[in-house]
């Protein structure tokens, strides 16, 4: 995905690391109860991938990634949702040094908490 070179050599980041930092910063995010399988296989499957529920497409200049969750009952959807885009954004830009061209964040359900 992203790479770099350096004196030392190159540097190359995968898809599945950027996933992994958008997972956590959905996870930080409030009003979000947990990251939904992305597709009927993915929801079939027991691993405990930490980008289950994240897509990141990189296509040599921009990075775009959608992810899956599941919001807390009575809390106001569209506000979780652009709560969600604004950490992912921050947060991928930030490690990667490269800018986020969309975050599409797709409310598959609601969960009431047991909080």
Known sequence: MGEETT????????????ATIAY???????????????NLA???SITKDPARG????????T????????????????SVANSV???VRFNVEKALGLPVHTV???VQG???SNG
Do not use: F
């Not at 956590?24 to 992305?38: C, D, F, R």
């Not at 919001?71 to 106001?76: F, N, S």
């Open 7 to 18: 004196t030392l050599g190159s540097i190359h980041i995968s898809p599945k690391a950027v």
């Open 24 to 38: 956590h910063a959905t996870l930080q995010s409030y009003g979000v109860v947990g990251l939904a399988p992305k």
């Open 54 to 61: 994240v897509s990141v497409r990189y296509d040599g200049e």
């Open 104 to 106: 599409n964040v797709h």
């Open 85 to 87: 885009a604004n950490a």
């Open 63 to 78: 990075v775009d990634i959608d992810i899956h969750v599941i919001v807390e009952y009575g809390t106001r959807i569209t």
């Open 42 to 44: 993915e929801g079939l």
């Open 110 to 112: 609601l969960r009431v």
